[in-house]
Protein backbone atom coordinates (compact mmCIF):
# COMPACT_ATOMS: atom_id res chain seq x y z
CA UNK A 1 0.00 0.00 0.00
CA UNK A 2 1.27 3.30 -0.82
CA UNK A 3 2.53 5.52 2.17
CA UNK A 4 2.84 9.32 2.09
CA UNK A 5 5.64 10.22 4.85
CA UNK A 6 5.72 14.44 5.57
CA UNK A 7 8.65 16.78 6.71
CA UNK A 8 9.66 20.08 6.73
CA UNK A 9 7.18 21.73 8.87
CA UNK A 10 8.23 24.32 11.69
CA UNK A 11 7.29 27.03 13.21
CA UNK A 12 8.49 30.65 11.51
CA UNK A 13 7.49 34.56 11.19
CA UNK A 14 5.17 36.03 8.78
CA UNK A 15 7.14 36.26 5.45
CA UNK A 16 9.33 33.68 6.52
CA UNK A 17 10.05 30.59 4.20
CA UNK A 18 9.62 26.53 4.59
CA UNK A 19 9.88 23.70 2.19
CA UNK A 20 7.97 20.89 2.46
CA UNK A 21 9.14 17.17 1.85
CA UNK A 22 6.95 14.22 1.26
CA UNK A 23 8.50 10.51 0.85
CA UNK A 24 6.14 7.99 -0.99
CA UNK A 25 6.80 4.90 -0.17
CA UNK A 26 5.24 4.03 -3.98
CA UNK A 27 6.68 5.30 -7.49
CA UNK A 28 5.37 8.87 -7.76
CA UNK A 29 5.43 8.31 -11.54
CA UNK A 30 2.65 6.02 -11.45
CA UNK A 31 0.98 8.44 -9.21
CA UNK A 32 -0.56 11.40 -11.51
CA UNK A 33 -2.76 12.85 -8.97
CA UNK A 34 -0.71 13.96 -6.14
CA UNK A 35 -0.69 16.80 -3.80
CA UNK A 36 -0.64 19.07 -0.62
CA UNK A 37 -3.33 19.54 1.24
CA UNK A 38 -4.00 21.12 4.60
CA UNK A 39 -6.14 20.88 7.71
CA UNK A 40 -6.09 24.21 10.31
CA UNK A 41 -7.97 23.50 13.41
CA UNK A 42 -12.07 23.50 12.88
CA UNK A 43 -11.59 23.82 8.95
CA UNK A 44 -12.45 21.15 6.43
CA UNK A 45 -8.82 19.36 5.31
CA UNK A 46 -8.63 21.69 1.87
CA UNK A 47 -6.40 20.94 -1.33
CA UNK A 48 -3.51 23.28 -1.14
CA UNK A 49 -1.75 22.44 -4.38
CA UNK A 50 -1.52 19.38 -6.82
CA UNK A 51 -0.71 17.70 -9.85
CA UNK A 52 -4.01 16.77 -11.85
CA UNK A 53 -4.58 14.06 -14.30
CA UNK A 54 -3.54 15.87 -17.05
CA UNK A 55 -0.14 16.84 -15.22
CA UNK A 56 -2.03 20.60 -15.02
CA UNK A 57 -0.67 21.93 -11.90
CA UNK A 58 -3.12 23.66 -9.72
CA UNK A 59 -3.31 26.16 -6.74
CA UNK A 60 -5.89 27.07 -3.82
CA UNK A 61 -6.26 31.12 -4.77
CA UNK A 62 -5.25 32.01 -1.21
CA UNK A 63 -1.90 30.64 -1.96
CA UNK A 64 -1.03 31.52 -5.54
CA UNK A 65 1.95 33.10 -6.38
CA UNK A 66 3.21 32.53 -2.53
CA UNK A 67 3.82 28.00 -2.42
CA UNK A 68 5.22 25.98 -5.38
CA UNK A 69 4.31 22.03 -5.64
CA UNK A 70 6.95 19.97 -7.24
CA UNK A 71 7.88 16.43 -7.80
CA UNK A 72 11.06 14.68 -8.13
CA UNK A 73 9.73 11.32 -9.70
CA UNK A 74 13.66 9.28 -9.45
CA UNK A 75 13.57 9.99 -5.67
CA UNK A 76 10.18 9.63 -5.35
CA UNK A 77 9.67 12.75 -3.69
CA UNK A 78 7.07 15.52 -3.67
CA UNK A 79 8.16 19.12 -2.26
CA UNK A 80 6.17 22.06 -1.33
CA UNK A 81 8.00 25.71 -1.40
CA UNK A 82 6.28 27.65 0.52
CA UNK A 83 7.65 31.81 0.61
CA UNK A 84 6.04 34.87 2.04
CA UNK A 85 4.40 33.14 4.83
CA UNK A 86 0.91 34.25 6.75
CA UNK A 87 -0.28 33.36 9.80
CA UNK A 88 -3.41 32.08 8.33
CA UNK A 89 -1.16 29.47 6.85
CA UNK A 90 -0.89 27.72 10.23
CA UNK A 91 -2.18 24.20 9.87
CA UNK A 92 -1.02 20.51 9.61
CA UNK A 93 -0.22 19.59 6.17
CA UNK A 94 -0.35 16.01 4.02
CA UNK A 95 0.72 15.01 0.94
CA UNK A 96 -1.68 12.70 -0.56
CA UNK A 97 -2.30 10.85 -4.00
CA UNK A 98 -5.98 10.37 -3.75
CA UNK A 99 -6.39 7.91 -6.73
CA UNK A 100 -3.38 6.23 -5.47
CA UNK A 101 -5.30 3.89 -2.68
CA UNK A 102 -2.71 4.63 -0.19
CA UNK A 103 -3.88 6.04 3.28
CA UNK A 104 -3.16 9.47 4.16
CA UNK A 105 0.06 10.18 6.51
CA UNK A 106 0.72 12.29 9.88
CA UNK A 107 1.04 15.38 8.81
CA UNK A 108 3.66 18.35 9.34
CA UNK A 109 3.02 20.91 11.38
CA UNK A 110 3.46 24.51 9.92
CA UNK A 111 3.20 27.37 12.47
CA UNK A 112 3.29 31.18 11.12
CA UNK A 113 3.43 33.79 14.04
CA UNK A 114 2.53 37.35 13.13
Known amino acids: QVQFVESGGGLVQAGGTLTLSCAVSGSTSSINVIGWYRQAPTYLRELVAG???????NYADSVKGRFTISRDNAKNMVYLQMNSLKPEDTAVYYC????????WGQGTQVTVSS
Open 51 to 57: FSLSGDI
Open 96 to 103: YGPLSGGR
